[in-house]
């Protein structure tokens, strides 16, 4: 759904005034409540050119109905990026590649609408590297066996690490394995026994020390036992007992030094926590929460300026738990919106949703600055609340639409 910025510019066009009132009233209404095209069709006498096209703005699947005669290129990119779905209704002469890449990127999921002729390498990895991975519908069973090439494989473990697991054994090559517990170092336990190798198993304890308990006891060095020590408290009980004293006294030596402590947290997540206070310069805290955005948590306070919080929530939006509610700001929240925050689920550090945690006079700017109404309809009435806005007042002033 364009925005209310974008589509008050046709509002005010010369061609939309000259609309009769239930024509104006279809446009302004044909978003809401048409999950079947079949049944939102108008009128055989509405359907002009600038008419079919307003509508494929507001609803993608108005391709359905619009004439074969007016399907341009320009009415069929509009329609499918408001709706991915609507491919299914793009003339076969104007199905091309580009168009097909174009959707993709804006929602992985409409791949399954792409006719596989077009579903090449560059299409697929761009569906798979735009999926919604909060949805069970998983992008990577609409790419052909075929097409299913270690490059595919790695930009769906690096989009969505659960994807790991979808992958026959045969295909994980090292590089898809090392892209996926380098995003989750829990993967190792669904890594194929021969291609546990050093290298892969340090990348897993690096990124989440818990990964200790699926090395081979073989490759359970004293080094790689200390990187997952430092990530995670509770890699301890995976430790040999033969090896277990000489891993503590490496950790009681591992941040003697602030250069000591900068390549340790530039290195494994969780390495802040093990930081000395003196240590905890702004460098060392900024490269901490880069590497692990939830290592916020182990930033002191005087350190948790609103730049080291925008860099915590770009790497993971869901360190926007972690960040003091007076440096909550627009575009804090933007970004942690846009790199995982959920909106909807209690936190893990806070047990709230994530909508509660922005604070109220922002709610209605980040609702029409992404557009939330597509994905959360249920908050359109929560930030016209949270701003003291009525909903009786027939327009809220700030571009909430009341349709």
Not at 179 to 187: F, H
């Amino acid at each position: 759904m364009p925005s209310f910025e974008k589509r008050k510019n046709w509002y005010e066009s010369e061609w939309y005034k000259k609309l009769s009132d239930n024509q104006q009233g279809w446009l302004l209404n044909c978003n809401n409540g048409y999950e079947n095209e079949k049944a939102m069709k108008p009128p055989k006498e509405w359907l002009t050119k600038e008419f079919c096209f307003a509508a494929a703005l507001q609803n993608g699947k108005a391709l359905y109905w619009i004439p074969e005669e007016l399907k341009t290129k320009d009415l069929c990119l509009a329609a499918v990026l408001q709706n991915g779905s609507a491919l299914k209704y793009v003339p076969e002469a104007l199905m091309t590649e580009a168009l097909c890449l174009a959707v993709v990127r804006q929602d992985g999921k409409a791949l399954q609408f792409v006719p596989d002729i077009l579903k090449t390498q560059d299409v697929c990895i761009a569906a798979v590297q735009n999926e919604n991975n909060k949805s069970w519908d998983k992008v990577l069973k609409y790419v052909p066996d075929a097409k299913k090439t270690e490059a595919v494989y790695i930009a769906a473990v690096l989009q969505d690490s659960s994807m790991f697991t979808e992958i026959p054994d045969a295909k994980k090559t090292e590089a898809v394995c090392l892209a996926a517990v380098q995003q989750d170092g829990l993967d190792l336990q669904y890594v194929p026994k021969a291609k546990k190798t050093e290298v892969l198993c340090l990348a897993a304890v690096q990124r989440n020390g818990n990964a200790l308990q699926f090395v081979p006891d073989a490759l359970k060095t004293e080094d790689l036992c200390l990187a997952a020590l430092i990530s995670a408290d509770g890699a301890r009980e995976y430790i040999p007992k033969g090896l277990i004293a000489k891993v503590e006294e490496a950790l009681k030596n591992a941040f003697t030094t602030e250069a000591l402590c900068l390549a340790r947290v530039q290195k494994i997540n969780g390495a802040l926590q093990h930081v000395p206070e003196k240590f905890k310069t702004k460098a060392v805290c900024l490269a901490a929460v880069q590497k692990d955005g939830t290592a916020l948590q182990f930033v002191p306070d005087q350190l948790k300026t609103e730049a080291l919080c925008l860099a915590a929530v770009r790497q993971n939006g869901r360190a926007l738990e972690l960040v003091p509610e007076g440096m909550r700001t627009e575009a804090v929240c933007t970004d942690a919106f846009l790199h995982g925050f959920s909106l909807a689920t209690p936190g893990k550090y806070v047990p709230k949703t994530g909508w509660e945690l922005i604070p109220a006079d922002l709610k209605v700017k980040l609702y029409n600055k992404l557009n939330l109404g597509e994905t959360f309809g249920w908050l359109r009435i929560d930030a016209m609340i949270s701003s003291g806005i009525s909903s009786g007042s027939g327009g809220s002033g700030y571009g909430i639409e009341l349709i």
